[in-house]
């Protein structure tokens, strides 16, 4: 591939991988206008965002696997396709069930964009240049986090709440009328072997009954489904093992050591850090008076850091061992738990925004390097099942963050809305959840340093 054509995948793919997290979070912005349109209660209004993620998480790996198969463009930009059209018609819906339809299918493109721009730009780019593009990507997904807040907000308040996916709509369309005009859609490999139908619909329903098990804890229904999902997942793994041609070669964990525990540490990471900003922002609205705004502003801090940070601590992953920058991320977003441990009442801006800068820091130098090292891990054949595992870790510790959070606050306040009679009990929901955090993310630091270190197996 030319210098040009890896230039334009770049930049094909860094658009995507701003326009992924914007809508995840500009829509969160606009669900109280959703909710108001629509007639939405408050758990069917929580689907609307849930219902992106849980498409997106299920069909990872199965649409990494086809990837690997059919060509990692081909579905890069088909993905895109469907996530355009899907927020076209999202502005155009007239119904709940209408809405929420289309945000599961619009879930399902996010998964063949989000689950394959990680293996087609390790794949056009030699080793020494991965972590510095890597780095760049991860730049645009934080800053696609931290511009959703004050963009969606602003677009929501003076043009209503469709305009976020009719700004969308055209972005992703650009993205892939040039990719089709531009790029060969051909194949990675060529493919002789069937694929594996019944290892995908197992993990798909068995990763559906455990995101939603999670979703929802701690109900009893909550609780079966959690567990059937992750017995279903044990069984996936084990048929996976016998079949010679599986949607998920096991053998990645149990035998590449440096691909398991980069995962596993990228597992950690978000779920020691994604509830991190769902209980910020409550505790800046109803403990600390902040309007949607002032919360929004103050929490930008965070990714706002990640975005510096990410590009160089990506550039710098090609120079040091992306393991070592990595563990470093990790301790040093330890270190900000155990701060956040301390919030309290009384809590000074300047120390939650300290707080936040240490964070985000911490997440920066983690992601890029962390990244860098799953994809160099593999070989050509196996980018897109990597690039699609280390989604679906990312994804599956987001929902396990928001899981411990949510159980505690419910073990602590019940299903009452925050008031200023329970706000004692909801302060004190702060250092369990971030007491849970901290040996958690010890175990990620332990993960991250005991990688192997042997040398890259991507040619």
Same mark, same amino acid.
Not at 146 to 161: D, E, I, K, N
Not at 445 to 450: F, G
């Given at each position: ?30 669900? $109280? ?14 689907? *609307? ?139 990675? +490999? ?12 197992? !993990? ?9 098990? &999670? ?5 009893? &229904? ?17 048929? +996976?093992?016998?079949? $010679? ?40 609205? !109803? ?12 929490? =930008? ?14 550039? =710098?992953?090609?120079?040091?061992? $992306? ?7 990790? @301790?040093?977003?330890? @270190? ?6 301390? *919030? ?11 707080? &936040? ?32 595992? *280390? ?11 928001? @899981? ?45 340093? @005991? ?9």
């Amino acid at each position: 591939m030319g210098k040009g054509n890896k230039n334009l995948v770049l930049g094909l793919v860094v658009v995507t991988s701003f326009i992924t997290p914007f809508l995840g979070a500009s829509v969160n912005i606009a669900l $109280p206008a959703m909710g108001d349109h629509f007639g939405m209660s408050a758990v069917t209004l929580s689907w *609307v965002a849930m219902s992106y993620l849980l498409s997106s998480a299920v069909f990872l790996v199965p649409m990494g696997k086809l990837a690997d198969r059919v060509g990692r463009v081909r579905i890069f930009i088909y993905g895109t396709i469907i996530v355009s059209l899907s927020s076209f018609s999202c502005a155009w819906a007239t119904s709940t069930g209408m809405l929420l339809a289309l945000r599961v299918i619009q879930g399902i493109g996010s998964s063949m964009m989000f689950g394959t721009n990680m293996a087609i730009i390790t794949s056009a780019f030699p080793p020494g240049q991965r972590g510095k593009v890597i780095g760049i990507n991860v730049t645009s997904v934080y800053l696609g986090l931290s511009l959703a807040p004050v963009l969606g907000g602003l677009m929501t308040h003076h043009l209503g709440w469709q305009s976020i996916f009719l700004f969308i709509g055209p972005l992703g369309l650009a993205v892939a009328l040039t990719g089709l005009l531009l790029l060969k859609l051909k194949r990675s +490999e060529p493919v002789t072997e069937p694929f594996d139908y019944r290892g995908s619909m197992i !993990y798909v329903l068995s990763m559906s009954a455990l995101m939603y098990g &999670l979703s929802t804890l701690p109900d009893t &229904l909550a609780i079966v489904l959690s567990v059937t999902g992750a017995a279903g997942l044990l069984l996936f793994g084990v048929i +996976e093992m016998k079949i $010679p041609h599986p949607v998920f070669d096991m053998q990645l964990l149990l035998k590449n050591r440096l691909f398991a525990l980069s995962n596993l540490a990228a597992m950690i990471n978000y779920a020691t850090t994604f509830a991190v900003t769902f209980l910020l922002s409550l505790y800046l609205q !109803y403990i600390k008076g902040l309007t949607a705004r002032e919360a929004g502003l103050l929490l =930008m801090v965070q990714p706002v850091m990640m975005a510096l940070v990410a590009s160089f601590s990506g550039r =710098m992953s090609d120079r040091v061992r $992306p393991g070592v920058l990595a563990s470093l991320g990790l @301790a040093v977003i330890c @270190a900000g738990l155990v701060l956040l441990a301390f *919030v309290g009442a009384t809590t000074s801006t300047s120390y939650l925004l300290f707080t &936040l800068v240490i964070m985000g820091t911490g997440f920066g130098l983690f992601s890029s390097p962390n990244t860098n090292a799953v994809m160099s891990s593999v070989g050509k054949k196996d980018l897109g099942i990597a690039s699609a595992t *280390v989604a679906t870790m990312r994804l599956t510790g987001q929902m396990t963050s928001m @899981a411990v959070a949510t159980l505690v606050i419910h073990i602590f306040i019940g299903q009452a809305s925050i008031t200023e009679s329970n706000h004692t009990q909801f302060l004190h929901t702060l250092p369990v959840v971030f007491g849970i955090f901290i040996p958690l993310s010890l175990l990620g630091i332990w993960a991250s340093l @005991a990688r192997d270190r042997k040398p890259s197996m991507a040619g």
